[in-house]
Structure formats: C-alpha cells, structure tokens
C-alpha cells in the first residue's frame, strides 16, 4: 500500500497549489537580495538584471571605439576611385586588420598595388585571397592580373581561363585574357578576348584599357588611342591610363598630344613620380634634352627608389655626352634594382670616354654576358678595342 509521508493527520484548509506559489515567491526575493547584496561587495555583477545606480560599479575610461570597417572600405573605395592609391591602400589595410580572413578586401589590395609599382606585394595580396577562396572568380582574376605584371604568363593565363569557365559572363576575367594573351604575343587571342571583353560591359575600365593595350602591343597606335581616350572616360583620375595614351601618341612621332596628355596626367597626380618620368624622356625623344632633364630630376625627388628615371636621365647625358653624369646615374639606376643591358653598354662607352679602360672592360664584360649578339654591345666592344687596346680599324674591302 502506498506510504504515507505527513506525519500525523492531514489538516484542511488553503488548496496545496497556493502554498508552492509563496514558496516559488519567496525563492525570488530572496535570489535578488542575495544579487543586491554581491552586487554592493563587488564580487558580482548581473547586467540582465538592472542595478540601482547606487550600486553600479564605477565606470573605467574606454578607449574610441573603432571605426566601422563599413565606413573606411567606403572611403577607401572612394579614394581608389579617384586616383589616391596609396591613401586608399593605407585604408584597405586598415580594415584589412578588423577582417583578415575576408578575401575580397585582399582583392581590392591588387590594382592599387601594381599601379604603385608593388607588383610582388599585388601577387601576396591577390595568392592570399585565392587560398581563402579558390572558388570566387574575382580572386583568380586579380591573381592572374598581378601575375601577368610580374611576368609569369603562363599561371596568369590558366588562372585568367578558369576565371572565365567559373564566370562566363565576367568582363574583367576576359579583359585579363587579354592582355595575358597580348603580353605572350598570341594577338590572334588576344583581341577576341578583349572585344568580348568591351561587349560584356562597355563601363568597365579594364575592358577598355586592354583594348587599347592589344592594339599597341600590335602596332596598330592609331587604334589604341581612342580605347585608352574611353578608358580615360571611365576613370579620369587614373594617372596610368594617361601615360599609356601619350606612349601611344609618342609612338607615332606625335609629341605635341603626348606631351599635352602627359601635362594633363600632371594635373591630376602632381606627385606621381611616373608622370614626370613619362614626360621628361617624351621631352628627350622631341629633342629637348633641357626640359628632360628637369622633369626628370623631379620623377628622382619624388621616387629616389625608382630606377627607371635614373635610367633615363642618363641616356640624356649619354647623349649630350656629359660622361660624368652619365655613369653617376646609369651605376644608381643598377644599385636600386635596374637591369637593362642598355645600362652595361652605356656605362662601357662613358669610362672609356673618361679615359678609365678598367672600369670600362668591367662593364662591356657584363654586357656580353647578359647579350654578346646584341648590336649595341658589339658596337661597345668595337669603340672598347680601339680606344683601349689600340686595335686597328678594319679597312672596308673594295668590291
């Protein structure tokens, strides 16, 4: 039978329900004094449960919450937009350290560092996105674009094709096609790639930009100037796409537009070391060595880590035959990175004209090594003979 567990009789009176109501209510007053009393100890505090302001901890001074990373990728855009890479990069980074793991921001990082002359750290950047996401079209394009600016074609292409099987309708995968295409000399892929390109998206710049820069690698300048004007349209505030324009109109003899076009570029980026460089040696193909050389003082304070002016500065002394000059720059031009054979020969020319046939012998030899057939350097090694080792001028055969 069952167990009866009161002691002594049962007493009648309130329902039973009544008696579990107070005690449930008398466990709830008497959690939250506990909770009152911890509180004002300092040993506890509940934020679900609202405490009187008397008994609230004092309030330690915080720092400025960080910014929305929303807020600085806008503006960060907005600067990449017009033209300020490198303050748009310094913004990319920014929200780059609130994101790390967000492949797209890495993407964004690419262009702005190969139109600053980072094209290894483009490469980082655009491989970083891809081991994040090797599945997003736009990280195998931004890869295959920062590739194709280093010089590794092949990777650049493959990635650039399987961009375009995983994004048929991708204008910026065609376009880097394109100009993969174009840099490996297959024009006969490349315009296709870059019309379709334009036909997928008039308002895109790259479409336009590649273009222009198929046609240019063919030798077609006249057809390459109104794509890179379009490109221009789209994006005015990009200094690059007024220095391939000038090329193009430089390559036709035509030095009023380019150095017009240059100037314009100035304008727009006044601190932009490659403008002043573009513009000093369009000067020195004109023949205005003395505005060469100034524009081209001004691309070396601007970017003294750059070769590219050093070079260019001094073939104007090369050809001005100021020796001195010429050896100062072409030896920083080589110190900070350059590699152009046309340094090794000039440097040759300059130190025998200075009367130094060492120095001289030490460059042609690099010369030769890099290029024996070249025919600069076996102009070198003539004027090296018969300067330094008194070799006789061979007389021409009569017929």
Known sequence: MPVDLYIGPKKKGAPWWQGCMLSLLILVVGSYLAVLLLAANGRYISYEIPLPEQLRPTATATATPTEAATTRLQRADALFLDGQFESALSEYNAVLAMEPMNDGLYVRLVKPLILTRKVDKAVEAARRAVQINDQRPENLIALAEALDWQGN????????????????????????????????????????????????????????????????????????????????????????????????????????????????????????????????????????????VAQLKRAIELDSNWETPYGHIGHVYFVQQDWEDTVKNLEKALQIGGNRLEYYYKLSLAYVNLKDCGRGKQWLDKAIQINSQDIAVQGALTWYQQHCEGAPVPTPKKK
Do not use: C, M
């Open 153 to 292: 074609y092949i990777e650049a292409l493959d990635l650039a094709l399987r961009a375009t099987e995983l994004a048929p309708n991708s204008a910026s995968g065609y376009a880097v096609v394109a100009e993969v295409y174009a840099d490996l000399n297959r024009a006969d892929r490349a315009l296709p790639a870059a019309q379709k390109a334009v036909q997928l998206d008039d308002n895109n710049v790259d479409a336009h930009r590649n273009l222009a820069y198929v046609y240019e690698s063919r030798g077609s300048y006249k057809s390459a100037i109104p794509a890179y004007q379009r490109a221009i349209q789209i994006r005015p505030k990009w200094a690059y796409l007024y220095i391939s324009l000038a090329r193009n109109y430089r390559a036709l003899n035509n030095f009023k537009d380019a150095i017009a076009t240059l100037q314009q570029a100035q304008k727009i980026a006044p601190k932009d070391a490659q403008v002043y460089d573009e513009l000093g040696w369009t000067y020195s193909l004109s023949g205005d060595n003395a505005r060469a």
